[in-house]
């Protein structure tokens, strides 16, 4: 994809289908991308962003991946699962607290082989604790190669500029909302479909940036020089909604906690509590004010992410909410 190179390891593309009840439900025209269903470790978004890391790392000799983000990273376990299926090592870095308990993906994580470093908050940078690592597989004669938070930057950004192809071929026209976090997939999709009829929506779930609209144009001028793009972006083209954040990031949300519940009964797809229930909580609020119009067409990228299900801070309000349908005898 513009002239780089990856290892294709994914079954794609990933299908687009209709959701028929909640489209009566909500009087939209209603459809979701399964990117949960790409085929390693669980499935996601970052798996099409891993295709390109992992030609750049295996062109380099690498035989450790090192990346970061939150104990409970659906990146992480994704490069987890990269690393395990091409041989190689993995350690994901985090400055978390340890959650109490092995379970969610810092369980897959660990079942698939990876190191998890959690570093409290004590003020050390992110990237001294990474580096420390770096060295340390260094002196063991390895050569890890680094991977950034949640992928995103101009490689990995190119798993969604190749995404938007599929959707330009699939769907023709509509609405696309998708949650944004590190803002790669949103960056690669927003540079992939500005020569089509198709919209593009972001969510933001997290109080990531200061001005998210500045960060998405340093973002896409990064890419455009990277990728050579013949188009110019400004900031006023950047669509991304920042008032459904609900007080924090992988925060348990009643609110998000029904809309899961409403996907999996009504269209048996599950969604997880940090991003794609957010994402589809904040496309229900959107409904109901008329930001999003009776009769739209609206399609929703499923990043994936349901073992977030498991973390603990939300398995327990959903178990105090779901008990009442288990019946003891």
């Not at 109490?100 to 079942?111: F, M, Q």
């Not at 580096?131 to 930057?153: C, H, L, Q, T, W």
């Not at 589809?280 to 929703?300: L, P, S």
């Amino acid at each position: 994809m513009l002239g780089y190179q990856k290892e294709s390891f994914l079954h794609l593309p990933t299908p687009v289908e209709y959701l028929p009840a909640l489209s009566a439900e909500l009087g939209i025209e209603f459809y979701i991308k399964r990117d949960d269903l790409t085929n390693l470790g669980g499935g996601g978004n970052k798996l099409r962003k891993l295709e390109y890391f992992l030609y750049d790392a295996k062109t380099k000799g690498a035989t450790v991946l090192v990346t970061v983000g939150g104990a409970q990273t659906n990146h992480g376990r994704l490069t987890a699962a990269v690393a395990a299926k091409y041989g190689m090592k993995c350690t994901i870095v985090a400055i978390d607290d340890y959650p109490g308990e092995i379970s969610a993906n810092i369980l897959l994580d660990r079942v698939m082989g990876a190191e998890v470093v959690l570093h409290k908050d004590d003020g050390t940078p992110l990237m001294d604790i990474v580096n420390k690592v770096i060295a340390r597989y260094k002196a063991a004669g390895e050569k890890p190669y680094f991977i950034p938070m949640g992928g995103s930057d101009e490689l990995g950004a190119l798993g969604y500029y190749e995404c938007a192809q599929e959707l330009k071929e699939q769907i023709k026209d509509g609405r696309v909302i998708v949650t944004v976090g590190s803002m790669g997939t949103y960056m690669g999709l927003f540079c992939g479909l500005h020569d089509s009829p198709i919209n593009l929506t972001g969510i933001l779930i997290g109080p990531f940036y200061p001005d998210v609209t500045a960060h998405a144009m340093d973002y896409f001028n990064r890419c455009k020089e990277a990728w050579n793009l013949g188009f110019d972006g400004e900031e006023a083209n950047f669509h991304i909604r920042t008032e459904f954040i609900r007080g924090g990031y992988n925060n348990p949300v009643k609110e998000v906690r029904e809309a899961i519940y409403e996907m999996a009964r009504k269209e048996a797809v599950i969604l997880d509590p940090c991003y794609t229930g957010k994402t589809y909580a904040a496309i229900k609020d959107m409904v109901a004010c008329g930001d999003i119009r009776q009769g739209e067409k609206i399609i929703f990228i499923h990043t994936g992410g349901a073992p977030g299900l498991n973390t603990p801070s939300h398995r327990r309000e959903m178990e105090k909410e779901l008990i009442d349908g288990v019946i003891i005898e």
